[in-house]
């Protein structure tokens, strides 16, 4: 019996653990903070258990590294080195969804004198972007071509039928990481110039890009694409771009949520108000007989009837609705009034859209290529996004188990050996992606 450690029972870990208790001689022991959420995920599979773990309880987190085989770290991407750590000390191997961190990408030497796999990234974004990406890289790469020109896109969003607040978004996960990316940085390369903006200027920087058959998104970059020019091999490449799709709106919208201070992790100074009203007054520095809509249009720079100014009175950000008590600053104050006003219902859909695009040249022609991911959650059953991080880490981990991977040290999976069987079994399952080529020559 082949065992297996998830740590973690958050909104991707079900069809994971489902699909691994499916495998024959597999077991899996699910260690969650809050064991309840793992039981009702093992349902009384007798290929699996259930424990209640306090990830700093270091001697039992040890305890269950060095009892596995494999374990799949679905915790936050902070504790990943410290149970990489122990899978290199136990001589264990180990998959996450999360990117490599620079403390990860150390323990490459170390990991492979263990003779372990730490394989990240292998979920859908980082993940099936990587691979369905590389697949196309390298068919070019085969057939005498070179790509000069690479840009893709992922969009985790509501199904166009689940479109149904004006924000344009419901969360199928936890909405903080969401917000905390709309702080990052972003940088990339076009036409053979990097090009950079600060993270507060992230939301300025959208354009508007049709996918066929699909629909009309806004595209703003994520984070810095540049290194991707080497991790993908692109020698040729003179644009690499990597972007996130969201609901027309969300962009400008986002960026007035930016400049109001709702994203800030600190604890307002001289700040004794109770309700979320009272924090946008506080941020704008504003008193109580002002208008609050139009003392915020002010700040903003908007006008009273403005869309953006709509979507925050909608949300909330100038009610009533008192502050939970057991934070202390606005952007987790925001994380848990996102997730009341803009959950995916039960009967809703989620989609998943990957765009990727190509221009490759050949000796005697040049292309522009595609490649295009549509998945949706299935209505009451598991959302798209749970669906396409799970599965590619799950098919990893059964190929590592069954040695049809050998590979040690620290890895993301672009290359053949491990993208591969992953997309094929991908398909099997419906998970395809549609590739058009058009002749620029």
């Known amino acids: 019996m082949k065992k297996v450690l998830v740590l973690g029972a958050g909104m991707v870990s079900k069809p994971l653990v489902r699909y691994l208790l499916d495998q024959p001689d597999f077991s899996v022991t699910m260690a969650s903070r809050t064991v309840s959420k793992a039981e009702k995920i093992i349902n009384g599979h007798p290929n699996g258990e259930a424990l209640s773990l306090n990830v700093k309880n270091d001697a039992m987190l040890e305890k269950l590294v060095s009892e596995a085989d494999l374990t799949v770290s679905l915790l936050p991407y902070t504790y990943h080195v410290k149970v990489a750590e122990l899978c290199i000390k136990h001589k264990k191997h180990l998959v996450t969804t999360s990117y490599v961190s620079d403390e990860m990408r150390e323990l490459d030497g170390q990991a492979k004198k263990a003779g372990v796999l730490l394989l990240n990234e292998s979920g859908l974004d980082p993940g099936i972007d990587h691979m369905s990406a590389m697949r196309v890289i390298h068919d070019v790469e085969n057939n005498g071509g070179k790509v000069v020109s690479f840009r893709s896109t992922t969009g985790a969003l509501p199904s166009?039928?689940?479109?149904?607040?004006?924000?344009?978004?419901?969360?199928s996960w936890a909405p903080r990481g969401v917000l905390l990316a709309s702080r990052n940085p972003s940088k990339w390369l076009q036409d053979g110039k990097e090009v950079s903006y600060p993270g507060e200027q992230l939301f300025e920087n959208y354009t508007l890009q049709d996918v066929p058959g699909i629909g009309t998104f806004e595209n703003y970059p994520n984070r810095n694409s540049v290194p991707y020019k080497e991790i993908y091999g692109l020698k040729d490449a003179e644009t690499v771009y990597r972007g996130t799709f969201r609901m027309t709106g969300w962009c400008e919208t986002m960026r007035k949520i930016v400049a109001l201070g709702w994203l800030t992790e600190e604890t307002p100074e001289g700040f004794s108000g109770k309700t979320y009203g009272d924090l946008t007054r506080?941020?704008?520095?504003?008193?109580?007989?002002?208008?609050?809509?139009?003392?915020?249009?002010?700040?903003?720079g908007l006008e009273t009837y403005s869309t953006v100014l709509k979507r925050l009175e909608w949300l909330g950000l100038f009610g009533d609705e008192p502050l939970p008590e057991d934070k202390d600053n606005p952007l987790d104050y925001l994380n848990v009034l996102t997730l009341k006003k803009m959950s995916l219902g039960k009967g809703e859909r989620d989609m998943i859209v990957i765009h990727h695009e190509f221009i490759a040249e050949y000796t005697s022609k040049k292309e522009y290529i595609t490649s295009t991911l549509l998945e949706y959650g299935i209505p009451k059953g598991d959302s798209a996004v749970a669906r396409t991080v799970a599965f590619p880490a799950a098919i990893a981990v059964k190929m590592?188990?069954?040695?049809?991977?050998?590979l040690s040290g620290v890895y993301i999976p672009v290359i053949p050996e491990i993208y591969n069987p992953i997309l094929d079994e991908l398909e099997e399952m419906g998970i395809k992606f549609d590739e058009k080529a058009k002749d620029l020559s």
Not at 160 to 171: D, Q, S
């Open 282 to 300: 506080h941020l704008i520095g504003v008193g109580p007989r002002e208008n609050l809509p139009k003392a915020t249009a002010a700040f903003l």
């Open 400 to 406: 590592i188990l069954n040695e049809k991977i050998k």
């Open 160 to 171: 166009h039928e689940a479109n149904t607040n004006p924000f344009g978004y419901k969360f």
